[in-house]
Every structure is written in C-alpha cells, then in structure tokens.
C-alpha cells in the first residue's frame, strides 16, 4: 500500500511526455483472442490494468510479453474459455474478453468484473447486444456461463443506447464479437470515443469490415478470420487532461507532448473558459497559467466530444482554486464523488447534492492525510497536493497506478516535491 508524500506550493514548469492510453490498450488487448499469428503493440503504457490484463489472457491462452512500451502477442491454445475470478475481480475492463471468446471459441466463463467502486455500472447493454447476435448467456454461481449454438454467431440490429447515453465497453465487446458473426451487424447509439475509434483501426488493420467510426452507427460485415498485426497505441487523452490541469492549479507553464490535442477539446475549452492559456502545435500543447486571474466555470459530464467523467474529479481539484462558484454535474456516474470528502479534509469548500458539487472557490487546501478511493479520485487528490500548504499523504495509491504511468516521476521532472512512500511490508 505505497503511499504519496507531496510538499506543496510548487510552480510546475517544463516540459513532459505523454504516455499511451489505457482505455485504448486494454481492449485491443482483449482483442488479440480473436487473432490468428503473431503481432505487436507499441507504446503500451506500464501499469497496473495491463499487468492485470496480460496474466488474463496468459490464463486464457495468449503468449504475451511486453518490454517496456512493446509488446508482442500471440495466441498460442484454443481451448481455455474460463476467466478466473481472482483476475477479474481487480479490473472492469476484463469483461471485454466475453465478446472476443464468445466469437472465436463459442464458448465463455467470465466472473463479473470488478475495478473501482464509485456506484452502479450495469453491463446489461453487453449481454443484450451479444444475446442478438445469437449467444445464450446465463448467470450461475457469480458467473457469466454463455455459449454459441451450432449455427455460431450472425448478425443483428442492436441499439445500444440508454439513459445514461453511449456505453464504451459495451460498444466495444459486441463490436468485437460481430466481427467473426455471419452477415452484417448495424449497432446504432455506438460509443464515439477516440478509444472506440481506435479499436476499429486496430481490427481494420487485422482484417475486419467495420465502417461508421467516430460516429453513433457502426456496421460490421462479418469475416472469417482475423490475422494479428503491428499496431501503435495513442496517447492517453486523461493523463493529457489531468497534466494540464496540474499546470493550471499551481500557476504554472507547461507543455505535454506526444499528445493529439484534437481528442482534448472538451477539457481545452473549459480552461480556455477559465482564462488559461492554451496554444496546440502539432502534437502539443501549452498552458501558460504564470498569470492568469482564472474564474469559475461550471461542467457537465458527457460522452464524447463532451467533458470526460475520467477529468470530472481532477476538475474539481482545479476549482477550489480559481474564483467563483463551480457547479459540476456527473451524468454519467452520478455517485462518482467519493474524492469528495478527502478533498474537503485539505480544506476544501465543497456542496454536494445528488450527482452535482457545487465548489466555492478559491480556498486555502492545508496539507493533511488522505485516502485514495479510485484511480480518477487519486489523481485529483495528487493535484490538490499541489498547492496545498505543508505536506499532504495519500494513501492507497495502487489506485493511481492502475492508470498512470509514473506519475510522481513526471510530477518531480515538472518541478513538483512529489515522493512515493514504499509499504516495505506489502506483498
């Protein structure tokens, strides 16, 4: 249970590289179960989720071994259609493989996933759409028991939307399996996230007929085989947002790099609206906070192009900084606020009702112990850090490392007094 220990009142300056995306990876990563030969992935990120991913398929057949940002894959046995609860339980993204496994091996096991806990994220969508497309799906003893009858998987009309709007993983497991389906499948209410985009690549590139990306209608044409490939992950657009906001909250001037400013826009705007300065070049970008009188502005969570709810916590931070009210409202998780009450043991001025927090800014944050509670909740708790006076430890940062890639070592090459506390006594 390694901690962080963070001095704060530093001005972040310099410059820094992002690296690839989680979101991004996992899923190309449970892609590679449909796969015939062998292939690589480049600029893989090190962290938690992907060691957790890597030992899944490893359990489910795949000869993976990744040095440092390449990874090669390939799937060496057929036969093994059972993901273990003691994997899956540390990560909601394992529920990815039920598509990949349902489609190649008409077969799957799969425990319900775990990950972080901050309020309900049903995966009725998932089990609806492979269901159309002809999988029988059961729960028995905490466990999804699904199978493909003899004629295998075809194609289907599958409307994947719902009150809370567009579902990632969803749209991405029954993508998956539709590949290897008979005839075409239309999925209409698609996720439109820069993650879905590049799942689609990636498949392309193996073989796949998909068209529609970007966009809420995706149509598969069905193949029968999938080869591996060669492929480059992209950088990751929440580490991106949460490093300018580190910029923005002590003041500072930063660039990050390895970027693609265009999949930032929602999070560039509302600095922007704050009163920061941003400038993108190529694939940079800018924030010039060194004298800006930031003001309040109020956020809405969105699926894409809209305001992540991965930036919804790190904002919040940023808001107990600047001047004025800030009203956040969470549409896509609305219980996703356990950060916060640690927030407010910093000294924070935060009002919670339902999934809105009203934060009154600015406030003096004093340095205090803090526990994590999730990866996003972390990075938010790390920012307010920052500029908090005195020293300020948080707790639990395995959340943190699930998605960030040695964070506090890019926080110190920025200027930040950021260390990470080893528990000697943690397995």
């Not at 090190?46 to 390939?74: C, M």
């Not at 057929?78 to 039920?98: F, G």
């Not at 077969?107 to 269901?131: E, K, Q, T």
């Not at 808001?319 to 356990?338: A, K, N, V, W």
């Amino acid at each position: 249970m390694d901690s962080f220990k963070i001095i704060g009142g530093q001005r972040l300056q310099g410059s820094i590289e992002i690296s690839g995306s989680k979101n991004a990876c996992l899923p190309m990563l449970a892609a590679t179960l449909l796969l015939d030969g062998k292939g690589t992935l480049g600029n893989v990120p090190q962290l938690r989720d992907v060691d957790t991913i890597l030992l899944l398929l490893r359990e489910l057949g795949v000869d993976a071994s990744q040095n440092g940002g390449d990874l090669t894959y390939e799937v060496t046995d057929q036969t093994v259609v059972e993901a273990p609860y003691d994997i899956v339980r540390r990560m909601r993204a394992s529920i990815c493989v039920l598509g990949p496994l349902l489609a190649r091996r008409q077969a799957a096991v799969v425990s319900l996933p775990g990950g972080c806990v901050f309020g309900d994220r049903p995966i009725d969508l998932h089990l609806m759409g492979l269901r159309a497309l002809g999988a029988e799906i059961n729960m028995v003893h905490g466990s999804l028991v699904a199978s493909v009858g003899a004629a295998g998987l075809r194609g289907a009309a599958i409307d994947l939307g719902s009150e809370f709007g567009s579902t990632v993983l969803g749209t991405m497991n029954v993508m998956m399996a539709a590949c290897l389906a008979r005839g075409e499948t239309k999925i209409t209410h698609a996720a439109r996230e820069p993650e879905v985009v590049e799942l689609i690549q990636f498949l392309n590139k193996c073989g796949a007929q998909i068209s529609g990306a970007g966009t809420s209608t995706l149509t598969i044409n069905g193949v029968e085989k999938l080869s591996a490939c060669n492929y480059q992950i992209p950088a990751d657009r929440i580490e991106a947002a949460t490093l300018l906001i580190a910029g923005a909250i002590t003041g500072g001037d930063i660039t990050i790099s390895n970027c693609i400013p265009s999949h930032l826009t929602a999070v560039t705007s509302a600095l922007q609206q704050c009163g920061y300065n941003l400038e993108a070049n190529g694939n940079e970008i800018r924030i010039d906070a060194t004298s800006v009188s930031a003001v309040a502005h109020s956020i809405e969570t969105a699926p894409y192009p809209g305001f992540p709810t991965d930036v919804q916590a790190q904002w919040m931070a940023l808001c107990t900084q600047i001047d004025g009210d800030s009203r956040l409202t969470d549409h896509i998780y609305p219980e996703r606020f356990m950060h916060v009450s640690e927030l407010q043991r910093l000294g924070a001025n935060l009002q919670r009702e339902g999934n809105q927090v009203v934060a009154h800014g600015p406030c003096r944050l004093s340095g205090a112990e803090v526990m994590a509670s999730d990866l996003r909740a972390s990075a938010a708790l790390v920012l307010a850090g920052l500029v908090a006076s005195g020293e300020t430890l948080i707790r639990r940062v395995y959340h943190l490392d699930r998605g960030y890639q040695k964070l506090e070592h890019k926080l110190r090459l920025l200027g930040a007094n950021v260390q990470r506390v080893v528990d000697e006594t943690s397995p």
